[in-house]
Structure formats: C-alpha cells, structure tokens
T-cell receptor, first 113, second 115 residues
Framework: QQQVKQSPQSLIVQKGGISIINCAYE??????FPWYQQFPGKGPALLIA?????SEKKEGRFTISFNKSAKQFSLHIMDSQPGDSATYFC????????????FGRGTSLIVHP | GAVVSQHPSWVICKSGTSVKIECRSL??????MFWYRQFPKQSLMLMAT?????????EQGVEKDKFLINHASLTLSTLTVTSAHPEDSSFYIC???????????FGEGSWLTVV
C-alpha cells in the first residue's frame, strides 16, 4: 500500500513558469514532510521541508503548501529554470522514535529554455 | 551541512562475485544509516536500516544473506552484495539522519553493474 502518493509522474514547464508537484499521505501520524531533489546519477538532496504546524514555507523560489485536513502538500517552484530539471521526491514520516520517511514515486521535471 | 560519502561511485563485477559498498558520515556520528535501492526512473526503495553495534533491520522481501550490512562504527556502514547476479544491478544509496533527527542526508549513490 502506497502511503505517499505523488503526482504528476512527469512535468514539462517553460523557463520562467511555475512548476507544481503534489503529494498526498494517509498516515495521520506523519509530522515531517521534506522534498528532495535528485539529479541523474546522484543521490537525493534535501530541498525544503515543512511541519504541520504551518500551512506554507518558502525558501527562495521554492514553496511548500500544506493542507493538514486534506492530508496533502505540494511543492511550487516559481520562475522555473533549466537548472531545476531533476527528479523531485516528496516524503513523509513520523518524527517520534527512529524517523524513517516514506517516499513518493518521484516527479521528473523538465524545464525548457 | 552534514555530509554522507559513498564509495565506490560505480563498480562493475562479474556474476557470482561479491562487492562491498561503503557509506561514511564525514562530520557527524550516525548510529543509524539507511540503505536504499533505486531502479532507473523509479523511487527509492528502503532495503534495510543499519544499526551501529547490532544487527541490521531488513525490509520485507530483502534477502538478508544476499545483502549483508555491517555497521562497525559510528561513521561507517557497509553493504555487501554477495554472489551478485545481473538482476542486482542497480543504484544503491545510503543515508543517515542528521543531528536534528528528521533531516536525512543522502550519499552520492553507487552504481552497481553485474556482468
């Protein structure tokens, strides 16, 4: 059973556009929601993360929107650049005890120049 | 930030041989490390949780005898793929929780090709 559902599987955006990736989770015990960026042949790198006590977190061009009641969160990339082309993974987990996040299936983002 | 280093970055081995992949936390101690497997264009699949000083915890469906994990120190975990076969070819990634616990730092990954 997939606990974190991510969509879309792939996304093509023009340079300067907004990229939006959505995730939904099922486990109400989850309280930490990071997004990872992975370039081909490299390990994932933490991009931005949010906790359920806030509805939005912004870091530069990257924003996480969080809807606790709907159990959904999304990543918005403003002014998308070709260098943003990568695979993005959302994750979710419960911080009590040993934190082991569950990852979404990933979204392949291509930003055309 | 915390750095996790993996070695080798890529390795080619013959069927039937064993290959070891190292995962090191460079500037912090990690009592727990995680090993993932990733097929092309797919998500990360957690294989096992490596625990310093004790046995690793394997996820369902992962063969313990094939994927040997050793966590001998607070900064080093190793994954040994024994009697490798072509279907074991994959991208293997380790990770470790940072000092805050919830932040997971990933290694650069290791490409394994079994021929």
């Amino acid at each position: 059973q997939q606990q974190v559902k991510q969509s879309p599987q792939s996304l093509i955006v023009q340079k300067g556009g907004i990229s939006i990736i959505n995730c939904a989770y099922e486990n109400t015990a989850f309280d930490y929601f990071p997004w990872y960026q992975q370039f081909p042949g490299k390990g994932p790198a933490l991009l931005i993360a949010i906790r359920p006590d806030v509805s939005e977190k912004k870091e530069g061009r990257f924003t996480i929107s969080f809807n606790k009641s709907a159990k959904q969160f999304s990543l918005h990339i403003m002014d998308s650049q070709p260098g943003d082309s990568a695979t993005y993974f959302c994750a979710a987990g419960a911080s009590g005890g040993s934190y082991i996040p569950t990852f979404g299936r990933g979204t392949s983002l291509i930003v055309h120049p | 930030g915390a750095v996790v280093s993996q070695h080798p970055s890529w390795v080619i081995c013959k069927s039937g041989t064993s290959v070891k992949i190292e995962c090191r936390s460079l500037d912090f101690q990690a009592t727990t490390m995680f090993w993932y497997r990733q097929f092309p264009k797919q998500s990360l699949m957690l294989m096992a949780t490596s625990n310093e000083g004790s046995k690793a915890t394997y996820e369902q469906g992962v063969e313990k005898d094939k994927f040997l994990i050793n966590h001998a120190s607070l900064t080093l975990s190793t994954l040994t793929v024994t009697s490798a076969h072509p279907e074991d070819s994959s991208f293997y990634i380790c990770s470790a929780p940072g000092l805050t616990g919830n932040t997971i730092y990933f290694g650069e990954g290791s490409w394994l090709t079994v021929v």
